[in-house]
């Protein structure tokens, strides 16, 4: 919600990303960010914020006019520590989806292996005189080909990105 009132209000302003960083003396990436919700202003740039686009910082925050609290300090930073903690979250979520996206990489890749190990190289005995076969011995020689080359980069890249994405203890 904040980032999308940044932008709005930004926007209704006339204001860059730029414009709104040099008054603001941050770099334009600082102000895409929260605007993508990637991160959110401290609490002294929040207020630097809203005097920059001449908005209460309630309404920055996304609170009706009817529910407006005075901008001390206090409010303004339990609003932040809500964000930052729904800000981190979206973030755990999305590194516990990769660590097992990348598990499931490794899993896949060595059941194929064993799966190619077990059935050995079955297109080596097929009568490559027939049409059909020969066109699916084709097929599978060019699969196992590229699977037996790429498999243990892939399974490498899969288990170092699985590593990285642990949970930290």
């Known amino acids: ?10 926007k209704s302003k006339g ?16 102000v895409s960010k929260w605007e993508q919700g990637l991160s959110v202003p401290d609490s002294d740039l929040l207020l630097a914020l809203s005097a920059a686009l001449e908005t209460p910082v309630s309404a ?9 609290e005075p901008d001390d300090l206090k409010v303004i930073c339990k609003k932040l520590e809500v ?3 729904q800000l981190a979250r979206r973030k755990a979520a999305t ?3 990769l660590h097992w996206l990348f ?7 060595a059941v194929m292996l064993a799966l190619l190990l077990t ?8 009568d490559l005189s027939d049409p059909e076969t020969a066109v699916a011995g084709t097929l599978f020689h060019a699969f196992e080909w590229l699977f037996v080359r790429l498999a243990p980069l892939l399974l490498i890249c899969a288990g170092f990105g699985a590593f990285l994405t642990r949970k930290e203890m």
């Open 1 to 10: 919600m904040l980032s999308e009132n940044i932008k709005a209000f930004r």
């Open 15 to 30: 204001l860059s990303q730029q414009e709104l960083a040099v008054k603001l003396k941050v770099v334009r990436q600082t």
């Open 60 to 68: 920055l925050l996304g609170e009706t006019a009817a529910a407006q």
């Open 83 to 85: 964000i930052n903690l």
């Open 95 to 97: 590194r516990r989806m």
């Open 103 to 109: 598990l499931l990489a490794c899993a896949a890749i």
């Open 119 to 126: 059935l050995g190289s079955p297109y080596l005995s097929w």
